[in-house]
């Protein structure tokens, strides 16, 4: 092996369009082995475009490329690979093939050849090979397991072992920590030090974290509107140069938080259990007007929450009440029917409908408010909505009719929460909404959360992000083992007290 030896891949001129869509102009990029290099920008820069260039996914691109100083030609996958260059895309579950076991996955790449299937498999050897691989990536699972029963970060890892036994010599994750718990990040941080100073491996990682970014990363690159902007050693920017560099704008790094007059009781749930024990003894209340944060770590059953109050879990025991009426919630159709609303966090399994344009995904959670009285959908009038929506959110789109499958990451996660601020509801469920998408979107969501409490709704927002949750809600709740075990008032708390209380602390 060629362990010790430098790589370089560069990047030059690369240029590529879409359809009403001009993603990247002319951007220099280059990584050498050994190193960790950032790459960021806000919701559709331009980072995961960039990246499937050198994926090999597109081949009408502009620019060159080469490697080690020679012009190389990658214009398919197997281009790529064949240059050890191994990408785990945002879309981490359609890379891995559910119904096969870890080790096949791993060793995908040895069981297919250029022409199709191999005529003959070596399974002792596929399987020891796996094994080794996945002690590399400090995986401890059988590797018969199916890949659908493992958890999202072991799918990370079984890529990420995927790639080391192509013989990678360039990794590239995008945003890899993005559904990670803090624990979870550490452990592939540890992972991405051991590869790049131990194994030679040269690491492109994109984040909207920005502390990931410092902790991590030797070099960053920034990328808008499909420019390189900047591209300096980490040890040159602050937080605010860089968020001023994705944005080009200044910017104001606090919450909005918008005064509201806070009203009477709108909702309530008491003890409530899910069928199964997902969450158990769940009470909980909302006033109109009121933003009320749900922490927790990751695990502590906010989002099993979130899908028991919206009928997407079963309901065991408990009542829950709106107005004063209990609900009879026994699916999300009936919840929305009785005026919730939820912002799942798997966007993409439950969230939007990927091959369905940008306005009917806005305008499908709430059609009552579309069509006459003889049930006939008036267009126009959704197509208003939906463009008023794509504009408070700056979702980055050439046109409401736009496939949402070809939006990026960050502004596929703006469309489902947008879908969910036009329905009218009375009780609004936001489940980790900010995933994923980039500072300045996250001020817009806060914005016009803010603004859907001065109309008197209710608001439950479920996140980790500590800060977060300071800076928004009015009272939080803290869940630790399935339950609801404190409840505070935000202005009176702490990040530390609530921390105490998530780590089960009494
Ligand atoms: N296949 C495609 N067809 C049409 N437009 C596309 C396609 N792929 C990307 N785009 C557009 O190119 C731009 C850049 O998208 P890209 O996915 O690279 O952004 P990104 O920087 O990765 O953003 P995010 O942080 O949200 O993941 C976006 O406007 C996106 O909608
Ligand atoms: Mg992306």
Redesign the pocket.
């Known amino acids: 092996m060629d362990s010790q030896q430098k790589h370089s891949i560069e990047m030059k001129g690369i240029s590529i369009e879409?359809?009403g869509?001009k993603?990247l102009t002319d951007v220099d990029f280059k990584i050498g082995s050994g190193t960790i290099h950032a790459l960021i920008?806000a919701?559709?820069?331009?980072?995961?475009?960039l990246m499937k260039v050198l994926g090999g996914v597109y081949n009408h691109y502009m620019g060159t490329i080469t490697f080690d100083g020679t012009a190389v030609n990658i214009k398919t996958p197997r281009d790529s690979i064949k240059l050890g260059v191994a990408v785990v895309y945002?879309e981490v579950d359609t890379a891995l093939i559910p119904y096969l076991s870890i080790a096949e996955n791993i060793m995908l790449d040895a069981l297919v050849n250029d022409m199709g299937h191999r005529q003959f498999v070596n399974w002792k050897g596929i399987r020891a090979a796996a094994k080794e691989y996945l002690k590399r990536v400090n995986l401890d699972l059988d590797i018969r397991t199916l890949v659908q029963d493992v958890s999202l970060a072991d799918k990370q890892r079984i890529l990420v072992a995927r790639a080391l036994a192509g013989n990678s010599r360039f990794l590239i994750l995008d945003?890899p920590t993005a559904p990670l718990s803090q624990t979870e990040t550490d452990e592939l941080f540890e992972l991405m030090r051991d590869l790049a100073q131990n194994q030679n491996v040269g690491i492109i990682f994109i984040s909207?974290r920005l502390p990931e970014i410092f902790e991590i990363c030797d070099t960053v690159t920034i990328?808008r509107d499909g420019e390189k902007v900047a591209e300096k050693p980490i040890s040159e920017f602050t937080q605010k140069d860089i968020v001023e560099h994705m944005l080009g704008r200044k910017f104001d790094e606090t919450y909005p938080k918008t005064a509201v007059d806070i009203g009477s009781t709108l909702f309530e749930i008491k003890n409530l259990s899910e069928a199964n024990g997902a969450i158990h003894d769940v009470n909980l209340a909302v006033r109109a007007g009121e933003i009320v944060g749900v922490t927790g770590l990751v695990g502590a059953g906010k989002t099993e929450l979130c899908k028991t109050i919206f009928g997407a879990l079963r309901i065991g025991s408990g009542d829950i009440i709106l107005n004063g009426n209990p609900l009879k919630i026994n699916s999300p159709h009936t919840a929305v029917k009785q005026g919730l609303a939820l912002v799942p966090e798997e966007r993409r399994k439950e969230g939007v409908l990927v091959e369905e344009p940008v306005y009917i995904n806005l305008t499908v959670a709430s059609l009552n408010n579309f069509s006459n009285r003889f049930d006939f959908v008036n267009t126009t009038s959704e197509r208003v909505a939906a463009k008023k929506i794509i504009n408070e959110l700056g979702i980055?789109?050439p046109s409401e009719n736009q496939k949402v499958a070809?939006?990026?990451?960050?502004?596929q996660q703006k469309v489902a929460v947008g879908k969910w601020l036009i329905a009218d509801a009375d009780v609004y469920i936001f489940d980790e909404p900010t995933k994923?998408v980039?500072v300045g979107a996250k001020h817009d969501i806060f914005e016009l959360i803010g603004q859907l409490a001065s109309d008197g709704k209710g608001i439950i927002y479920a996140s980790s992000e500590i800060p977060e949750i300071m800076g928004i809600s009015d009272r939080t709740y803290v869940m630790y083992d399935r339950t609801i075990v404190k409840e505070l008032e935000t202005t009176e708390t702490t990040e530390e007290e609530i921390l105490f209380y998530s780590a089960g602390g009494q």
Not at 43 to 49: D, E, I, L, R, V
């Open positions: 879409f359809p869509v993603a920008g919701n559709g820069a331009g980072k995961s475009t945002q945003e909207h990328l980055r789109t070809f939006l990026s990451g960050g502004n994923g980039d």
